[in-house]
């Protein structure tokens, strides 16, 4: 604990003093906490922007870490004075938000210390870390995994706090700071506002301090930080729609536009509130300067968002990865197939973990995701939609008055439940979600207590709300206790490309502190586009595999253009090397990626089947039947059918009465009809 505060004093001063740096000519104004952590954000948002750019040209490392504390310096050399004065009068005003910031501040340091594993983490975000400390931004480094290919500022944030050179998690530190940060937002609430600001403000304190018990609280995970950021935003708009005009410099709205900013730099599902939060906020200032309402917010946006999407092109060849309509005519950009499977992967293991996404439909996993929900978010979600409930009868139920605070709470609310509605349709994990439900449930809170009427009913609306908020802490804690610890031993075999270059393959599915390059994925098809790593790589052959770039199937052969994936546990014996073979069982299904629609003749070399006479196999493509083929012991089938761009779900059923059908399959082979079919027979 103590080296985690040794590192946290010194980088929150210098990073206020960044913010103080880029603030020069609009400071804001105040003192306390608040104000501070408003500075320190802007900091951080200041640092990310030059961080990215200097990734696009160097690596991040001592170097850059001496540039950014110069920066830090000269700002608190400047801006320090004038700050301390306005601290010091106002200091014994704040004395109780202090004492609670440093609570929590003992708070974040405490659970920093555990060095608990984050699945992710091994599988590539300290990977990502480890490329951006050892080489400038690489190009197409998502062929060598795609997941490398997820541009995140929090990995450059984590690179340049390793250079530092203490052994501690930098996830925890990163995410420690800006738990520190929310709480000096939030604690105002303790006096001096209106009910409702203290009751949204207040409510949030506890989500924030619960956030050391989530597992990416404990990796290089920008999960935790996200939720941070996205509460920290919901109180600035909340205050800023109060008092819209209360901050004639428009500094306000420069920090709103950083944070927003921050936050779609780090993760691209905070794109949505990135988006509505400014623009609401300018909007709203209607009696602003429009360079300080439109302009100059939009400059501090551009500052963060334009290197971002340099960085995407340069790691996948896309302006948006994983968006395949963004893709670019570059040589190292992730194959089509490949950005559309990380897509869909993304997508569906939301809803249904482990599950591959072909075989979930459009609604039917809803009840199966709503059992797997964790308790206290099934209990944020009943306590959010009951509370709102609420809100909706208050008309009819109480009497109230259209205030200033309860039209910023609803456009709050609004701006929340398009968020939530756009995680819903993306990728509802709840860790995805961010900071959302509980800003929906705490604007619902806001509204409803302090307009009713009756005492007991605001009480017990209140238990109801601080219970909601506050069975994360026990349950998390419990549940933080059978983490594992510590980071596994990684079993690594070197295997060689066709190009001669060397991939580290662990035996599972992470990579760890395993050196660079290292890859879950092999692809026999990758090569450098120079003799460093640092220059890049490609995907040469026009190679294409649709399920997360493993090798194509043995014993399978498609023709260029065309990529084949058998869906797992579908209906597919293992390969047997042996006699060259696997079989299919009733129903077999394969996914097939095509660069262009168009007919293909499938061809299939039969071995043994079972029953030995009266088997059918029906060949569909999606949900029509292509063909109904006759099967015999020795047979060579063929079927016409017709592929569409992008993917194609073929199912082989295999028709009959018996229980126990089956067909081996000596060989299989998919010819696109443009392309020379060897008269020699499939696969031969």
């Avoid at 609009?26 to 306390?32: A, E, F, I, L, Y």
Wanted: aromatic share 8%; net charge positive; proline share 7%.
């Amino acid at each position: 604990m103590i080296k985690t505060l040794a590192i946290w004093i010194p980088s929150g001063l210098l990073l206020i003093g960044v913010g103080w740096l880029a603030q020069a000519r609009s400071p804001s104004t105040g003192s306390g906490p608040r104000k501070f952590a408003a500075d320190f954000l802007v900091g951080l948002a200041a640092t990310t922007a030059a961080l990215q750019l200097w990734s696009l040209f160097a690596p991040i490392n001592k170097a850059t870490l001496l540039v950014a504390s110069g920066a830090g310096l000269a700002g608190l050399v400047l801006g320090g004075p004038p700050a301390l004065r306005n601290a010091r009068n106002g200091f014994k005003s704040h004395i109780p938000q202090l004492a609670v910031l440093g609570a929590a501040a003992l708070w974040f340091a405490a659970f920093g210390q555990l060095a608990l594993r984050h699945g992710d983490s091994g599988l590539y975000h300290i990977s990502s870390v480890k490329w951006a400390s050892e080489f400038s931004v690489v190009p197409g480094l998502g062929n060598l995994h795609q997941r490398l290919a997820f541009n995140t500022s929090f990995h450059l944030l984590a690179a340049l706090f390793e250079s530092v050179g203490f052994n501690i998690g930098t996830g925890q530190l990163i995410n420690g700071l800006l738990g520190c940060a929310a709480v000096a937002f939030l604690c105002p609430a303790i006096r001096g506002q209106s009910q409702p600001l203290r009751l949204f403000d207040g409510l949030l304190l506890l989500p924030v301090l619960a956030t050391v018990f989530t597992r990416p609280y404990f990796g290089v995970s920008p999960d935790v930080s996200i939720t941070l950021l996205g509460t920290i935003l919901a109180s600035f708009l909340l205050h800023h729609f109060c008092a819209p005009d209360e901050d004639t410099t428009g500094s306000r709205l420069q920090q709103i536009a950083a944070v927003s900013a921050l936050g779609l730099t780090m993760k691209l599902g905070f794109g949505l509130l990135a988006a509505i939060g400014p623009a609401a906020a300018s909007l709203a200032a209607r009696n602003q300067k429009w360079r300080h309402r439109f302009l100059i917010p939009g400059v501090v946006w551009g500052l963060l968002f334009f290197p971002w999407v340099a960085r995407n092109v340069v790691l996948s060849g896309h302006l948006i990865f994983p968006v395949a309509g963004t893709q670019l005519p570059v040589e190292w950009a992730v194959p089509r197939s490949l950005t559309l499977g990380m897509s869909m992967i993304i997508k569906n293991w939301a809803r249904r973990p482990l599950v591959f996404w072909t075989e979930i439909g459009t609604l039917d996993w809803i009840p199966l995701w709503l059992q797997n929900l964790d308790p206290e978010f099934v209990l944020l979600g009943v306590t959010c939609v009951c509370l709102w409930i609420g809100v909706a009868a208050l008309p009819t139920t109480a009497k109230t008055r259209k205030t200033r605070t309860t039209t910023a709470l609803a456009k709050i609310g609004l701006v929340h439940a398009a968020a939530l509605l756009f995680w819903f349709a993306t990728a509802p994990d709840p860790r995805f979600a961010g900071a959302t439900p509980w800003v929906l449930t705490a604007t619902a809170a806001a509204i409803l207590i302090p307009s009713l009427d009756r005492a007991p009913a605001r009480r017990s609306l209140l238990a109801l709300s601080l219970f909601t908020f506050t069975v994360p802490i026990p349950l998390g804690f419990r549940r933080a206790l059978g983490y594992p610890t510590g980071r596994p031993q990684i079993a690594v075999s070197q295997k060689q490309t066709h190009s001669g270059m060397t991939v580290s393959v662990p035996a599972r599915d992470q990579c760890w502190d395993t050196p660079l390059p290292c890859t879950p994925y092999f692809r026999p098809a990758l090569q450098r586009r120079g003799d460093s790593l640092g220059d890049g790589f490609i995907l040469a052959d026009n190679l294409i595999y649709p399920y997360m770039g493993h090798t194509p199937p043995e014993g399978i052969q498609c023709d260029p253009g065309v990529g084949i994936a058998l869906v797992p546990r579908k209906g597919w014996s293992a390969y047997d090397p042996t006699s060259a073979s696997r079989t299919i069982y009733h129903a077999a299904k394969m996914l097939v990626f095509a660069t262009s629609q168009g007919p293909a003749r499938l061809e299939i070399e039969v071995g043994d089947i079972q029953p030995l006479r009266d088997l059918a196999l029906e060949v569909s493509v999606g949900e029509s039947r292509a063909a109904t083929l006759g099967v015999q012991a020795g047979a060579r089938l063929q079927a016409e059918i017709n592929l569409s761009a992008d993917f194609n779900l073929i199912t082989l059923a295999i028709g009959g009465t018996e229980p126990q059908r089956k067909i081996q399959i000596l060989n299989m082979a998919l010819r696109t009809l443009d392309q020379k079919t060897d008269q020699r027979g499939p696969g031969r």
